[in-house]
């Protein structure tokens, strides 16, 4: 396919330094249904993308198109601030029985405020108001939103410089693998925790991704998933797993936490709960932690109806009777088929990969070649972005709805931009 770089005069003069995706794709999109997209000129691209997670159920999903221009048609309550409105009782009713019942999640439900970031602000603010500590640990690596308190707990050295002033209370420790196995899981961490000479504050909480998607596709085992789990309940700790990117379905499971059977003190989602991708977040958090004050956190957007609306139709469609799990994991099977044949073939340039479900990297003994591959997929129509602390990962981040014929066609041109980049 050959494309034509847009006049992007506008973009150009008008909005700020800081774009970012259009710079890697060059196109004025106009139009969006499933997995693909269309550019104004009429160019259609294979999305592998999927609103970086917000679109688990791809673009313009018909079923939540239907209910959310319904509500819309009767004039249903488009901004609600936290009042009580029919579209969310009937969000909070679908996910207590279509999501926390049958995994026996007591959680309570807090509207944070419509993005990510927000929902991790309230998470760490819960901990620190029910331990009364200021710490919180999280992992090397780590991506939890571009806010203070969040940029705290996040790895990315140039992320954090962004913030222009000190980032505090934040204490680093070892990813799973961080040490390539030389040094036993939580040996330095519970060392320093149990030695009153090593200056770390006891911490409130430790938060977490299960797979870390911006920095890296780095997966953490069940097995260190669960004795982190043990090491916060003897620490005395709470755990806070962020969902964001990983939940609603991404890795298997609705929660990625599941297939290591912990239960989290809090959890963190937004992206794909809204599934439609109109701004939404949730924070949960085990009854006993609910001592906030009317008002004491809150937003302007945190009641966002439309994304209520969405949000239930896509639980009721695609969670209800359990196939989604099952579909999920099968597309996943054949995403690391086609990567084991990649990497095979790219073997001496030291190709690699990893991933869980639906979230896959892959990775070169040359770090700039990631972005190589993305570039030239894009010229072949898929839109595929790099992750990782140096842009050397090539992240795939397909909708969940994606048809296996999409999804061989998209791993095939995945499989000719890194043969083209040889």
Known sequence: MTITPPALSVFETVESEVRSYCRGWPAVFDRAQGARLTDEDGHTYLDFFAGAGSLNYGHNNPVLKRALLDYLERDGITHGLDMATTAKRAFLESFQNVILRPRDLPYKVMFPGPTGTNAVEAALKLARKVKGRESIVSFTNAFHGMSLGSLAVTGNAFKRAGAGIPLVHGTPMPFDNYLDGQVPDFLWFERLLEDQGSGLNKPAAVIVETVQGEGGINVARPEWLRALRELCDRQDMLLIVDDIQMGCGRTGAFFSFEEAGITPDIVTLSKSISGY???????????????WGPGEHNGTFRGNNPAFVTATAALDTYWADGQMEKQTIARGEQVEQALLAICDENSAYGAHFRGRGLVWGMEFTDKSRATAVCARAFELG??????????????????????????????????RAVRETA
Do not use: H
């Open 277 to 291: 991708g109109l701004p939404m977040s949730l924070c949960l958090f085990m009854p006993e932690l609910d001592v």
């Open 382 to 415: 898929l839109l595929v972005e790099t992750s990782g602390p140096q842009s050397e990962v090539v992240k795939l981040l397909p909708s969940l709805t994606i048809t296996p014929d999409e999804l061989d066609e998209g791993l095939r041109t995945l499989a």
